[in-house]
Each structure stands twice: as structure tokens, then as C-alpha cells.
């Protein structure tokens, strides 16, 4: 299990060129089993190298930056990879009218601190990422945020266990949901643990 991109993991943009379409077809068909609903406007996109390693690729073939760009992407995209013992997730809240999503987010400030994951009878508490400052100072949350679900061993143990029922949520006061994972979710998120 890999937990870091590095520079010797970076495909020559050219060839990367070449094969964009069938990488991007792969990994569409990978992802499938690491997104989850919450509610009616909430997805969790549950990250791991391969899906960071597209990620960089594909900010490099847009933005072009070349050599130059690669330490910066590595240095923004290398924190949502998992280290073994967690799960990280991009939580996207799609709404696509824009008044409904201002009104909405303006409603969501502290939401990143309100996520979890039930199993076994524990919980996991999400950590915001530590860089990214998603709700502003007069409550409005953002659209994205990066969240990291740190597990003990007991918590890692009981999430492999197929017998054991996972609950994601959200319990803010003004976003209330919770939904049970899939068994093939549920199973390709237990491979992020080393």
C-alpha cells in the first residue's frame, strides 16, 4: 500500500496524453465503490493514492506548469493519502442552485467538525484537514472540504469485520444525516488500512 506520491511516480505528460481517456475510464470504475450519499446534497469521495495520483496528473496536463508545478501538486495532493490507519475523504455539498447553496452553506459553519463513522459499536471522529480553513469567520462552510477519519486498531478490526454494520454521518445541527455503507464500499475502503 502506497502512502506518498513522489516525483519518480509522475508520468511524462506526453504519455500521459496518450493514455488519459482509458486511465480516466479505469479509475471512474474503481472510485464507483468509494463514494457514499449523506443526505440529500452531501457526497463523501473517499481518497487513496491512485485517485491522488490522477489528481496531480490531471493538474498538470491542464495547468501545463511542467516541471515547475510537480513539487507544488505533490505538496497540496500528498496530505489526502491515506498513511494505513485512516480514511480521508473529499465531502463535496452539491447544490445546484445558487441561492439554495448560499442559503445552505450559509447555514453549515463548523459542519467538517460534526462528521463520523460508526462501527462496532465506536466512533470515529472526522479531523479536518489542518491547512484548510473551511468555515469563515461568519459561519458560512465551504462547498469542499477534506476530512480524515483516524481509526485505532480495535476501530480497523471492526471496520474488516463483515459482520459489523458502518454508519457514515454528518450531525450538524442544521445537516442531520446518516447513511449505512455498502458492503463493496465498505470493502474497498478497507484496503486504505495497512
Not at 469521495?45 to 506548469?65: A, S
Not at 489542518?130 to 469563515?136: L, Y
Amino acid at each position: 500500500m502506497k502512502t506518498e506520491l513522489t516525483h519518480a511516480d509522475i508520468m511524462d505528460m506526453a504519455a500521459y496524453s496518450e493514455q488519459r481517456r482509458e486511465m480516466r475510464q479505469a479509475l471512474t470504475e474503481r472510485k464507483k465503490h468509494r463514494r457514499m450519499e449523506v443526505g440529500p446534497f452531501a457526497t463523501f469521495y473517499f481518497e487513496n493514492w491512485d485517485t491522488m495520483w490522477h489528481q496531480v496528473h490531471e493538474m498538470l496536463f491542464i495547468e501545463k506548469g511542467g516541471e515547475a508545478q510537480i513539487a507544488d501538486e505533490l505538496t497540496a495532493y500528498n496530505p489526502l493519502i491515506p498513511n494505513g490507519a485512516e480514511l480521508i475523504a473529499t465531502v463535496m455539498f452539491e447544490i445546484d442552485d445558487p441561492i439554495r447553496r448560499a442559503n445552505a452553506l450559509g447555514r453549515l459553519g463548523g459542519v467538517e467538525d460534526t462528521m463520523f463513522i460508526k462501527v462496532g459499536g465506536m466512533q470515529v471522529d472526522a479531523v479536518p484537514e489542518a491547512d484548510v480553513d473551511r468555515t469563515t469567520a461568519d459561519g458560512k462552510a465551504s462547498s469542499v472540504q477534506f476530512v480524515h477519519f483516524p481509526f485505532t486498531p480495535d476501530q480497523i478490526a471492526a471496520f474488516r469485520d463483515p459482520g459489523s454494520q458502518a454508519i457514515l454521518g454528518i450531525g450538524h445541527e442544521n445537516y442531520a444525516h446518516m447513511a449505512v455503507m455498502a458492503d463493496a464500499t465498505r470493502a474497498a475502503l478497507a484496503e486504505d488500512f495497512a
